[in-house]
């Protein structure tokens, strides 16, 4: 790290305090977003940071000029946390950069127009990404963890800030997906539902009026929250409405929104074409799928252990295990048509005895009041049309529809 001269120094940090003023004075957010933007590491950022730690005395420029001297509380806590970041000590400047970010909702409470939007936009994805690099410093130096928590509670004050009547409203969607993508990344997202709630029953709202890319991140999260709850019909809604929304160029959007709808289209027998999972890069689910079409109860358990962590990192195990009745539903739907093919007449009764050899072809030790147990299970649920006759072992098939298809709707519970 090469520090530049005195005077150097001193020209760079006057050079940013009068963008500063003159992004605020002309209202020019593009630039003045640009100078808060810490994690692109900028080279002019990074200069100024050096400047900064060299000159080491940036308050006085700032308190000399009463151009300057009015940002005061904003420029201060903003120059400490870009000197620190850019000597690596993390925590000090998630400090720094959080009494900068209150010090300019302060400000931006009294602009009546909503102008400065975009600024607060990257204040809030800056103070989420920095509070997640302070945790780990805190982690492996044997520390609790705690700033991620804190700029969730920063994000909520500023999206009470947004949340009234007027223009600045349209950036609370943006500033409710940084509070998810928090929520998500602590383990706490029991408390989205305030936000959702907000959002999705104030008057003052208009959902269609926020910008299009908050709307698809909105849908994304609160689509994966309604398959955390199981409730697959409103998870295909809100995923189906980010995938048909999401700019087809984002393949890595894309592919992260069918990691969740992919499952829980599987949920309600909708089974995704080979193409679109080799596309994109999507493979895990390639003998889901396949067991799903051979009713192979031995291939689906093969793919769950074979790509457990991954399923159990996205959250989507429990969905993909719970698809074992449509399995079963398809070997027996295959049995029924073999045994149609052999004898017509008879192809309505099927012995439970041949469930169970089948099962064994497919190295899956069952006996026959496990199968029984699961038959009864399947004619429950509304997979399969019949009923049971004890005494003999034969599960008695519907001579119409003996199979329901799914038709997009979720297996009974």
């Given at each position: 790290?090469?520090y530049?001269?005195?005077g ?5 940090i006057?050079?940013?305090?009068n963008?500063f ?10 630039s003045?977003?640009?100078?808060f933007s ?10 100024l ?8 005395d ?20 903003l120059?400490?946390s ?6 690596g000590?993390?925590v000090?400047?998630y ?12 400000e ?7 102008w400065a939007?975009?600024a607060l936009?990257?204040i ?10 302070a ?9 609790s ?11 909520m ?5 947004l ?16 509070l998810?993508?928090?929520?998500f990344k ?12 907000s959002?999705?029953t ?30 697959f019909?409103a998870?295909d ?6 995938l ?10 894309i592919?992260m ?10 949920s309600?027998?909708?089974?995704p074409?080979t ?12 003998d ?6 051979r ?8 793919a ?9 990192r ?9 698809l074992?009745l449509?399995?079963y539903?398809?070997?027996?739907k ?7 093919q052999k ?22 030790d ?6 029984e ?12 049309k ?7 072992k034969v ?19």
């Amino acid at each position: 790290m090469a520090y530049p001269s005195m005077g150097e120094a001193h020209r760079r940090i006057t050079d940013y305090l009068n963008k500063f003023c003159d992004a605020v004075s002309y209202q020019d957010v593009a630039s003045l977003a640009q100078l808060f933007s810490f994690s692109s590491n900028s080279p002019s950022l990074l200069s100024l940071a050096d400047a900064l730690n060299f000159f080491q005395d940036a308050n006085r420029l700032i308190k000399q000029s009463d151009k300057f001297s009015q940002f005061g509380e904003i420029l201060a806590p903003l120059f400490r946390s870009l000197q620190s970041y850019r000597l690596g000590n993390l925590v000090e400047a998630y400090h720094a950069f959080e009494k900068f970010a209150n010090a300019f909702i302060q400000e931006f409470r009294n602009w009546e127009s909503a102008w400065a939007l975009e600024a607060l936009y990257v204040i809030a994805y800056e103070i989420r990404v920095l509070a997640e690099r302070a945790d780990r410093e805190l982690s492996s130096n044997g520390k609790s963890p705690e700033k991620l928590k804190g700029a969730g509670s920063f994000l909520m004050k500023v999206f009470g800030v947004l949340a009234g009547k007027g223009p600045k409203r349209v950036g609370a969607l943006y500033v409710t997906c940084q509070l998810f993508k928090i929520y998500f990344k602590l383990g706490t997202v029991h408390l989205c539902r305030s936000v959702i709630r907000s959002i999705e029953t104030a008057r003052i709202f208009d959902f269609e009026e926020f910008p299009r890319r908050d709307k698809v991140t909105y849908m994304y999260y609160t689509g994966r929250l309604e398959v955390f709850n199981e409730n697959f019909p409103a998870a295909d809604n809100k995923l189906s409405y980010a995938l048909t929304h999401c700019n087809p160029l984002r393949e890595a959007n894309i592919r992260m929104i069918l990691k969740y709808l992919i499952p829980v289209k599987l949920s309600l027998g909708i089974l995704p074409k080979t193409c679109l999972l080799e596309k994109y890069n999507l493979l895990e689910y390639n003998d889901v799928v396949k067991a799903l079409k051979r009713g192979d109860l031995r291939l689906l358990r093969h793919a769950l252990q074979e790509h457990e962590d991954q399923f159990l990192r996205s959250g989507v195990y429990l969905v993909l295990e719970k698809l074992e009745l449509q399995v079963y539903q398809r070997l027996v739907k295959k049995i029924y048509f073999i045994q149609k093919q052999k004898d017509p007449s008879k192809a309505h009764q099927l012995k439970l005895e041949v469930i169970v050899k089948a099962l064994k072809w497919l190295e899956m030790d069952m006996d026959l009041d496990e199968v029984e147990c699961i038959m009864t299970i399947l004619i429950y649920k509304n997979l399969v049309k019949g009923y049971f006759a004890h005494k003999s072992k034969v599960v008695v098939l519907s001579k119409q529809d003996p199979f329901p298809k799914l038709n997009g709707k979720p297996v009974n519970s």
